[in-house]
């Protein structure tokens, strides 16, 4: 399974942008990048995944590396709720997820 | 609409003792996932079901792991002898497609202590 490596934590302030880095050198063409986020004593929830290009939702925008070696998820601005773990996840269609340690982010008011 | 659910939230077993942890996915969803997470851990892939076929159970880290989906719905994760390694977070996750990229839904939970 391909891997995927990210700072064990971060922190930001309120209302700030955040960066979360994540690389993945050995990722295959196949690879969809995955990142999803747990809070406190709930279950992972989806974020945003994407395969060449930069993505764009709701939550957070995706910025994808030319050669895919690595990826940046980023918050616009980053609310106390924003603050949990988040899985930076390579994976292909239909598949489990493999997930790491992911990187906790801690923000303050 | 529903989210994925799971019963119980928190189950507390003695050493040695049988649980069964149930799941219940979004209505109509095709693929369901059982993953094991300890703490400080991100979570660990159990096994797969695709309806209910049991596609993959790799992951299951002993024969005293059982997992079943009569139905295609409901999902049940049976442990049997239960030993206190088996102390960790089962969470459960659906999704709506297979053989296609789908967002995995998770559910809460269910963390199990074993004495």
Request: glycine share 8%; with cysteine; hydrophobic share 30%.
């Amino acid at each position: 399974d391909a891997k995927t490596t990210q700072p064990n934590s971060m922190e930001s302030n309120e209302e700030e942008p955040v960066h979360l880095p994540c690389n993945h050198s050995t990722i295959s063409g196949t690879d969809y990048i995955h990142w999803y986020r747990q809070l406190p004593s709930q279950g992972p929830e989806y974020v945003i995944h994407g395969l060449t290009s930069n993505v764009n939702n709701r939550m957070a925008s995706l910025a994808i590396a030319e050669d895919r070696k690595s990826s940046t998820l980023i918050l616009h601005r980053a609310t106390l709720r924003d603050a949990a773990v988040y899985y930076c996840i390579l994976n292909q269609a239909g598949t489990a997820l493999i997930f790491g340690k992911g990187t906790t982010l801690s923000v303050s008011s | 609409g529903a989210g994925v659910s799971q019963s119980p939230r928190y189950k507390v077993a003695k050493r040695g003792q049988d649980v069964a942890l149930r799941c219940d996915p979004i209505s109509g969803h095709v693929s369901l996932f059982w993953y094991q997470q300890a703490l400080g851990q991100g979570p660990e892939f159990l096994t797969y079901f695709q309806n209910e076929a049991q596609l993959d159970k790799s992951g299951l880290p002993s024969d005293r792991f059982f997992a079943e989906r009569p139905e295609g719905s409901v999902s049940t994760l049976k442990i049997q002898r239960t030993q206190q390694e088996d102390s960790a977070v089962y969470l459960c996750a659906s999704s709506p497609f297979s053989g296609s990229f789908n967002e995995q839904f998770f559910g809460p939970g269910t963390r199990l202590t074993v004495l």
